[in-house]
C-alpha cells in the first residue's frame, strides 16, 4: 500500500545554503590562515613542495632499474634472458653476444650487447630482479622514473642502466659472485671441467 512521505520543514536559511556555505568557507579560511601565518607546530599540511621537498621511499621501494658492475666495471649480466623471459609486460629486450676468443669467459658466458629496458612499460613487479641468477639487475635505487614530455626519454639502454648508482650510490651488487677463475668458483670453467 502506497503512503506519502511527509517532507522535513525548512527554514529559508536552510533552502538558500547561504548559512551552511558560510560555515564551509569558514573552516576553508580557518585552515589557510592555520597552514600560511600561524605556528609552524600547528600547521596541518598533508601536501609537500615537490620537486623541492620529497618524502623518502620505504626500504623496499622498487625503483628505477640499474645494471650492476664487476670489478673490472663489466656488466655482470651474462645475457641468459632470464629477466626478459619473467616479464609480464614484456619491456626488456636483450640481444646477446660472445666474448672474444682471448677472452678467459669466452665460449660459456655472454654479455649483452644490446639491453634495454622500456621504463613505460613496465609494470615496476619485480620478477626480473627475482629471476636474474647474478644479481645483475636491480631496483635498488631509491628513485622513480624522472618526468619527461619526450617517449624516448623513458627507454633505458645499457650504458644508462650501468650509470644508475644504487641507493648506497655504488655500482655494485650487495651479494658478490665467485666469478670463473676465482678460487672460490663453485662451477666449471676451463679449467675444472668434467
Given amino acids: 500500500m502506497a503512503y506519502a512521505i511527509k517532507k522535513p520543514g525548512r527554514t529559508v536559511a536552510d533552502q538558500s545554503y547561504v548559512v551552511e556555505a558560510v560555515k564551509g568557507l569558514g573552516v576553508t579560511f580557518k585552515r589557510f ?14 601536501t609537500i613542495r615537490y620537486p623541492e621537498e620529497t618524502r623518502e621511499y620505504p626500504e623496499r621501494f622498487r625503483g628505477v632499474h640499474r645494471l650492476t658492475h664487476r670489478v673490472d666495471g663489466s656488466p655482470r649480466c651474462v645475457a641468459c634472458l632470464c629477466c626478459s623471459t619473467a616479464c609480464p609486460a614484456q619491456c626488456i629486450y636483450i640481444e646477446p653476444a660472445e666474448y672474444e676468443a682471448d677472452d678467459p669467459r669466452h665460449g ?13 612499460r613496465c609494470i615496476f613487479c619485480g620478477f626480473c630482479v627475482e629471476a636474474c641468477p647474478c644479481d645483475a639487475i636491480r631496483m635498488d635505487t631509491g628513485t622513480h622514473v624522472p618526468a619527461s614530455w619526450k617517449r624516448e626519454h623513458f627507454i633505458f639502454d645499457k650504458e644508462t642502466l650501468m650509470s644508475i648508482p644504487g641507493k648506497d650510490g655504488t655500482y655494485v651488487t650487495a651479494n658478490p659472485r665467485h666469478e670463473p677463475g676465482d678460487p672460490t668458483h663453485p662451477g666449471l670453467d676451463r679449467d675444472k671441467a668434467h
Avoid: H, S, W
Fill in 33 to 46: 590562515f592555520q597552514n600560511t601565518i600561524g605556528p609552524a607546530e600547528n600547521r596541518k599540511t598533508a
Fill in 108 to 120: 660459456y658466458e655472454r654479455y649483452p650487447r644490446v639491453f634495454v629496458i622500456d621504463e613505460l
